[in-house]
């Protein structure tokens, strides 16, 4: 899901401060980071671009059905494994190609996919986002203002914890389910938040531009409701909207899965393999 691109000009992005606090404030600047995290060190090295290839198999009355296209991204999946391999103090792998199906990395990323759609009801949450308008309407209140007034507070709290944040990224309007896959997923890790403007920067890590640290939601709160929207980056989809997902950790039965497709992390917190 949400390997898609389109052209659209890219938001101006300033550096990236390492902090050692998870929060810190700056001159009209507040800023959180969860600490250790960057997306260049702690998420996939590959982008989220794989082989065509059944995500599962379906066995009915002794046939085996293929179910899904990994060729179609598995971005969900992504985002939840690099939160998985980093609580647990490891490192992704060291490799820039993306796993093919029958490699020990390959179904654990499935696995992780399963678990961000949160069935049956966090597929229907994308599926009622779509369906809003981007501003308000009468009674109803537009995607990009639940994501503002509801959202927002919610990953900052979730960065001040400490934690990593997943987020299902609202790319269409649409009453077809056949258009779900057009959305996205990242991963929250850090917020700049200018009192002075008024404008937020989430940070988050793109399973679609692997080793990129400057990848970022914008938007301006203060806005007027009909003037509202949230910049992103060239060539992804308009984002309208993001809600944050439930995370969920891996069963103990997939630890070993983790295991084996992630690298120990030195003990003196510094990459040293890449």
């Known amino acids: 899901m949400g390997s898609e691109r389109q052209n659209r000009p890219r938001i101006a992005a300033g550096p990236i401060l390492l902090m050692e606090s998870p929060r810190e404030i700056l001159p009209e600047v507040v ?7 960057l997306p260049s060190r702690s998420g996939f090295h590959f982008p989220n671009r794989f082989s065509k290839a059944p995500v599962a198999e379906l066995r009915l009355a002794g046939l085996r059905l293929p179910v899904g296209n990994a060729s179609r991204g598995l971005c969900g999946g992504m985002v939840f494994a ?14 820039a190609t993306a796993p ?3 490699t020990p990395l390959f179904p654990y990323l499935v696995r992780r996919l399963f678990s961000s759609w949160g069935l049956p009801f966090g597929v229907l949450r994308y599926f009622a986002w779509s369906m809003l308008p981007d501003g308000d309407a009468w009674v109803v209140r537009g995607a990009t203002s639940r994501t503002i007034r509801r959202e ?3 990953v900052r709290n979730e960065v001040d914890a400490g934690r ?3 987020l299902g990224l609202v790319r269409v309007r649409s009453i077809s389910p056949w258009t779900m896959a057009r959305n996205h997923q990242a991963l929250a890790y ?12 989430v940070l988050v890590y793109d399973p679609n531009h692997p080793d990129d640290d400057s990848i970022r939601l914008a938007f301006d709160p203060g806005e007027p409701p009909a003037h509202r929207e949230i910049a992103y980056v060239e060539g ?36 040293t393999i890449r």
Do not use: K
Request: charged letters at 25%; one cysteine or more.
């Open 31 to 37: 800023s959180a980071r969860v600490p250790g995290f």
């Open 236 to 271: 992804e989809r308009r984002v309208r909207g993001f809600f944050v997902t439930a995370y969920r950790p891996p069963r103990s039965g997939m630890t070993s899965e983790m295991n084996s497709s992630s690298r120990a992390r030195p003990s003196d917190g510094q990459d």
């Open 190 to 201: 850090g917020y700049d938040l200018d009192e002075a403007s008024g404008w937020v920067h």
């Open 164 to 166: 990593l944040c997943p």
């Open 152 to 154: 927002w507070p919610r």
């Open 100 to 102: 093919t199906r029958g």
């Open 82 to 95: 690099a939160r998985d391999i980093f609580e647990a103090g490891r490192l992704p792998p060291a490799v």
